[in-house]
């Protein structure tokens, strides 16, 4: 029989009790996995265990393939108008809602993601957005009539285009979650999603909420699981039509290579970054600050879009880098529960490995660690808020990402100069110019080789904005009207009014 997770909160800022099934939800239903066998559930506070979940299987992915077919075919798809797909949408938005704090609690006790952020910022609240959204454009998806000659009746439907593979990363767990489910399902596909394995709850507890919706059974499904079992069987499986994945760039490699091999399936990845952050010498000082700290360092630094090569033009070198350094070290660091926190634990072990061996590399190759650099406190995956100085270009903690509180600052000269090292890069994520001068805010962010470019800020989303990366950061777009085109297929339909074959 599934697990069932049983948790009693008592922290300063959430007290509650939460208890629910942590089985694979396949047809409507929590089941244990074809094996039997489960994975731990790792709380990245103390490294000590949760709970367990149900380790799917491939052929957990065939059974779920089989309920999302038959749902995509009888009840959902073609068969439940957009208007009423919006309807669901919007109650679930609704039950996450009453559940937010639940949702938020959940989010901090799993991925370290302090409360105050998980509850209110980017985690609850903007996956509800998203949901939201996408909800409304349910019933605004139509194709159009082009016009050919008076003999001929031409138009186009976008119609969804079946069984959606999904792979998310635990980074913002839920919030990934949102931007997949949403937009799959306003456009009436039906979804066979893994979370990671590291961040499974606020998935699983989704689907406990959208069975009290009324989804019907097998529209969503979610088999947790190991990427190289599930996740592999997912973008392998050859009745799965699209794949939709975020996370790293290696992975997504893997992703696209498996679905070139299988049937070709649709692929849409949003992946990695190693995004540039200018400060000109007429930026507002205080601002730039602020929001390159908030930049680089939120959510550990395990953000795709960090902002983590930060330019500095001479000018302002120096005074920027005090006060930066002051608000870096200022940053409160420890349980993600406590009111004042910032900065919580690191996902994992391996990250926290990842992340000092980049550190380390850094040291080797002869940059210079201005502050941080080390492990904080003596339980969990805490590091220090890092910032390098004297880097090369060749460096590999200037070219790779490294998914940590770790932020390298270099000094440039004029515009020319800072806008070839920003574009030197495999990655095209995002980027953020700060300056007073609008021209030169304008056509900076015109030459930077990214999907979102900020101009006196960081970090900002909104669901009605696409959001996806340049060069080798990604395909497609998630979010905004755009990503509907990545879930529908565009049929054009022929009519002959009259005309005659000889
Ligand atoms: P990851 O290692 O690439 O894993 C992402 C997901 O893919 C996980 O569910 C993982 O399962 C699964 N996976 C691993 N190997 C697979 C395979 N061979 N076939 C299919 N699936 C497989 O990334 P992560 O470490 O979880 O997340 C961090 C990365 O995500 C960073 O690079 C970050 O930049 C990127 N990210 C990008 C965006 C964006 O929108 N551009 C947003 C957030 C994060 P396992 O956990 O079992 O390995
Ligand atoms: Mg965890």
Redesign the pocket.
């Known amino acids: 029989m599934p697990n069932i997770f049983t948790h009693e909160f008592n922290t300063p800022t959430y007290k509650g009790k939460v208890s629910f099934n942590t089985g694979l939800f396949i047809n409507g239903e929590f089941v244990d996995g074809s094996d039997g066998t489960t994975i731990d559930v790792i709380n990245p506070t103390d490294g000590k265990v949760i709970t367990s979940i149900s380790e799917g299987t491939p052929k957990d992915v065939d059974l779920a393939v089989d309920a999302a077919e038959k749902a995509f075919e009888t009840t959902w798809g073609l068969n439940y108008p957009g208007n009423k797909r919006g309807i669901l949408l919007n109650k679930l938005a609704s039950l996450m809602e009453e559940h937010i704090d639940e949702l938020g609690a959940l989010e901090a006790l799993d991925n370290g993601a302090r409360l105050s952020t998980s509850r209110v910022g980017a985690d609850v609240i903007g996956a509800i957005d998203c949901i939201r959204y996408f909800a409304g454009l349910a019933d605004k998806i139509s194709g159009r009539v082009i016009e050919t000659t008076e003999e001929r009746f031409t138009y186009t439907r976008h119609e969804p285009i079946g069984v959606i593979g999904q792979?998310?990363?635990?980074?913002?767990p839920l919030v990934?979650f949102a931007w997949k489910i949403a937009p799959a399902f306003a456009t009436g596909n039906t979804v066979v999603l893994?979370?990671?394995?590291?961040t499974p709850l606020t998935a699983i507890r989704m689907c406990h909420l959208a069975k009290e919706a009324g989804f019907p059974p097998g529209v969503l499904n979610v088999v947790t699981g190991?990427?190289?079992t599930v996740?592999?069987a997912?973008?392998s499986h050859m009745r799965i039509l699209k794949v939709a994945?975020?996370?790293?760039?290696?992975?997504?490699r893997?992703?696209m290579e498996?679905a070139a091999k299988s049937n070709l399936k649709n692929v849409t990845l949003?992946?990695?970054?190693k995004s540039p952050n200018i400060i000109f010498n007429d930026a507002n000082l205080e601002e730039a600050v602020n929001w390159s700290m908030f930049g680089v360092f939120f959510n550990q630094g395990q953000c795709?879009i960090a902002g983590s090569r930060i330019f500095v033009q001479e000018g302002i070198y120096d005074e920027f880098l005090k006060r930066f350094t002051e608000k870096s070290r200022s940053i409160k660091i420890g349980d993600p529960f406590a009111p004042d926190t910032f900065q919580g634990p690191q996902i994992s072990k391996i990250q926290y490995d990842r992340i000092m061996g980049y550190i380390d590399s850094g040291k080797k190759d002869g940059a210079k660690i201005h502050i941080g650099g080390e492990r904080h406190g003596s339980e969990g995956y805490f590091i220090q808020p890092t910032i390098f100085l004297d880097t090369k270009p060749d460096m590999r903690i200037v070219k790779e990402?490294i998914?940590g509180p770790v932020s390298i600052v270099i000094k440039f000269k004029d515009e020319e100069d800072v806008v070839r090292q920003a574009n030197d890069t495999v990655y095209g994520?995002a980027a953020a110019v700060f300056t007073k001068d609008v021209n030169r805010a304008i056509t900076t962010a015109h030459k930077l080789k990214a999907g979102s470019v900020w101009v006196n800020c960081y970090s900002i989303m909104s669901p009605n904005v696409p959001?996806g990366?340049f060069k080798q950061?990604?395909v497609g777009r998630?979010m905004g009207e755009y990503a509907l085109n990545h879930y529908t297929e565009v049929k054009a339909v022929h009519v002959n009014l009259g005309m005659k074959m000889m």
């Open positions: 792979i998310i990363p635990w980074n913002f990934m893994k979370p990671s394995e590291f190991y990427g190289n996740g592999s997912i973008s994945f975020t996370g790293s760039t290696v992975v997504g893997k992703i498996a949003e992946l990695g970054g795709c990402e998914f994520l959001f990366g950061s990604g998630e």
